[in-house]
């Protein structure tokens, strides 16, 4: 059953705690992205990978890091100098960069208090 | 300018009428274009992709590209009140690395 798992779907911190998301897809997926939704927004890109072990600073990455160490993983911690961590952060994945559709995952909501 | 336009709605209309999405988007270069179905508290799910100016119809929806006019429209007929969620309009540009900008999302309600 191909897809993209997130874990955990809800995560709790406190502030000045550094946490780190999970993302795994088992699509053969060459490319992988983190997304960050805030009530009522859209979608801000905050990282993305097009190939293993190389990624980019998207939109908001301030905050931020991520690794892709393997094809199947792109894992993204929430350091304590990210300002307003409390959102829903979307992993997804597509074939490649360019022309291809992005799947995603079901989302890992965090709450920093 | 923002890089990809929809009204936020709220849009409302009949269980059985046909609704209509609408999304504008500022670059001339952009190569795909996609829509995104977005329930409550879930996560983007894809409804539609399209490239090349026309129609594209899959099932109850239809994705409309004019690369002229620089919009891309989605259609659902009969329309049901499951299809109450946000619509995500979604365009690839080329900007020495493909990118993909989202627009904010029109809600739509279906009303039984």
């Known amino acids: 059953d191909g897809g993209i798992t997130q874990s955990p779907k809800y995560l709790f911190r406190k502030e000045g705690q550094n946490v780190t998301l999970s993302c795994e897809q088992n699509l053969n997926h060459d490319a992988m992205y983190w997304y960050r939704q805030d009530p009522g927004q859209g979608l801000r890109l905050i990282y993305y990978?097009?190939?293993?072990?190389?990624?980019q600073k998207g939109d908001i990455a301030e905050g931020y890091s991520v690794s892709r160490e393997k094809k199947e993983s792109f894992p993204l911690t929430v350091t304590s100098a990210q300002k307003n961590p409390t959102a829903f952060y979307l992993c997804?994945?597509?074939?490649?960069?360019?022309?291809?559709?992005?799947?995603f995952g079901p989302g890992t909501r965090l709450t920093v208090t | 300018q923002k890089e990809v336009e929809q009204n936020s709605g709220p849009l409302s209309v009949p269980e059985g009428a046909i609704a209509s999405l609408n999304c504008t988007y500022s670059?001339?270069?952009?190569?795909?274009f996609f829509w995104y179905r977005q329930y409550s508290g879930k996560s983007p799910e894809l409804i539609m992709f399209i490239y090349s100016n026309g129609d594209k119809e899959d099932g109850r929806f239809t994705a409309q590209l004019n690369k002229a006019s620089q919009y891309v429209s989605l259609l659902i007929r009969d329309s049901q009140p499951s299809d109450s969620a946000t619509y995500l309009c979604?365009?690839?540009?080329?900007?020495?690395?493909?990118?993909?900008?989202f627009g904010a999302g029109t809600r739509l309600f279906v009303k039984a």
């Open positions: 979604a365009v690839n540009q080329d900007t020495g690395g493909f990118k993909t900008i």
């Open positions: 990978s097009q190939i293993v072990n190389d990624f």
């Open positions: 997804a994945s597509s074939a490649g960069q360019g022309f291809y559709e992005q799947y």
């Open positions: 670059d001339r270069g952009s190569q795909s």
